[in-house]
């Protein structure tokens, strides 16, 4: 059973362009929620994060919108850029219960396309 | 700073052989994590800890132990290595109020 998902195995986007990588999860107790970026042969690196009480969380080109109703998030970079080509994987915690447990989607490979 | 490091970085183990793989810390952090990656699939958590002397089990904690004897080291025991313990191994960890969780580069292991 899946709690978080990420429904989009692969994207591809030109260089320039808007991201889009979504992520939706079922547990109505997660209340925080993570975005891991990961390189080939690399481990996931920490991109950006929000809280259950927030609906968007803006760092730099990136982006995170969290629409509770919907149990669903997505992460927006602009202006996408080569470099970004890497997995991307959402992730989700129940903060409420003192866990810092995190919950992961299977990934969404992101490819930027000079 | 180094971070977290694991070791090895590759594997190769024969069926029912047993091996430890290394995490260490200098990040002072309480919690750290052991997950496994398999193709085309989210990590899943095999251990935790929260502290020295701390550890509790993760989603897939069968096949596998841990010992926290350090702040810094929290290595993960294979007894009788299986085929379905093919994996890439990571090790992770945080402070505490954090929920940035900082991983190492892996450990790839085969098990044939």
């Known amino acids: 059973d899946q709690q978080v998902k990420q429904n989009s195995p692969s994207l591809s986007v030109q260089e320039g362009r808007i991201s889009i990588l979504n992520c939706d999860y079922t547990?109505?107790?997660?209340?925080?929620f993570l975005w891991y970026k990961k390189y080939p042969a690399e481990g996931p690196t920490f991109l950006i994060s929000?809280?259950?009480?927030?609906d968007k969380n803006e760092d730099g080109r990136f982006t995170v919108f969290l629409n509770k109703s919907a149990k669903h998030l997505s992460l927006h970079i602009v202006p996408s850029q080569p470099g970004d080509s890497a997995v991307y994987f959402c992730?989700?915690?129940?903060?409420?219960?003192?866990?810092?447990?995190?919950?992961f989607g299977k990934g969404t490979k992101l490819s930027v396309i000079p | 700073n180094a971070g977290v490091t694991q070791t090895p970085k590759f594997r190769i183990l024969k069926i029912g052989q047993s091996m430890t793989l290394q995490c260490t810390q200098d990040?002072?952090?309480?919690?750290m994590y052991w997950y496994r990656q398999d193709p085309g699939m989210g990590l899943k958590l095999i251990y935790y800890?929260?502290?020295?002397?701390?550890?509790d089990k993760g989603e897939v904690p069968n096949g596998y132990n841990v010992s926290r004897s350090t702040t810094e080291d929290f290595p993960l025991r294979l007894e009788l290595a299986a085929p379905s313990q093919t994996s890439v191994y990571f090790c992770?960890?945080?402070?505490?109020?954090?929920?940035?969780?900082?991983f190492g580069p892996g450990t790839r292991l085969t098990v044939t």
């Open positions: 992730a989700a915690s129940n903060y409420g219960a003192g866990s810092y447990q995190l919950t």
């Open positions: 547990n109505s107790m997660f209340d925080y």
């Open positions: 929000i809280s259950s009480i927030k």
């Open positions: 990040m002072n952090h309480n919690y």
């Open positions: 800890s929260v502290g020295a002397g701390i550890t």
């Open positions: 992770a960890s945080h402070r505490g109020g954090s929920y940035e969780q900082y």
